[in-house]
């Protein structure tokens, strides 16, 4: 028998606090980010299980993050594919940059996200969410079990612009 993976229990209700300190953070180091991942999930209505936080944010900006981060003495860990996770008391923030995978992907998606000014409110903060088409296709990226379902949900969605999602497929993912 094994215990537990994780000491971190983050419930639901406790995932727009933490968007709202790490999108504070990074709008304080002048570092433009924009949600995807579970959270981005739960901005589009699919309500699920997750452990962190995930923000998009280029190499230059997760630089930036890590930095300010250490210089705090906050706990961080290097993500493999590209970014820095911030663990603390409140739960896990990851700046992702893919540097080792589908760069030009998250940039395309985190000036799309702030050029639509698309943004949810986290904890009554304005936060940057990815387009619908740009977290269908970074589920592609992602391979995982649970990205193929999330990747499910958003394709059944009507509001999709699948022309839209098609291209960005096209352009990244060949």
């Known amino acids: 028998m094994t215990g537990p993976k994780s000491s971190l229990l983050l419930p639901p209700a406790d995932l727009p606090r933490l968007a709202r300190r790490g999108a504070e953070l990074a709008a304080a180091l002048g570092v433009r980010c924009a949600l995807v991942g579970g959270v981005a999930m739960h901005a589009y209505g699919l309500v699920r299980a997750t452990k962190a936080v995930d923000f ?3 190499a230059e900006g997760a630089s ?3 930095a300010a981060l250490c210089a705090r003495g906050e706990t961080i860990t290097p993500l493999r594919i590209g970014g820095v996770s911030w663990s603390g008391d409140q739960g896990v923030v990851d700046y992702i940059d893919r540097r080792f995978g589908p760069t ?3 940039v395309e998606a985190l000036d799309e996200a702030h050029r639509l000014a698309s943004s949810v409110l986290a904890d009554g903060f304005p ?3 990815v387009s619908l088409e740009h977290l269908a296709a970074l589920k592609m990226v992602g391979a995982r079990p ?3 379902a999330d990747l499910d ?3 059944r ?3 999709l612009d699948y022309a839209a999602g098609r291209g960005i497929v096209l352009r990244h993912l060949g």
């Open 127 to 129: 936060v940057t969410v």
């Open 56 to 58: 998009a944010v280029t």
């Open 64 to 66: 930036v993050l890590e």
């Open 146 to 148: 649970r990205d193929d």
């Open 153 to 155: 949900h958003l394709l």
């Open 104 to 106: 030009a992907l998250f």
């Open 157 to 159: 969605r009507a509001d």
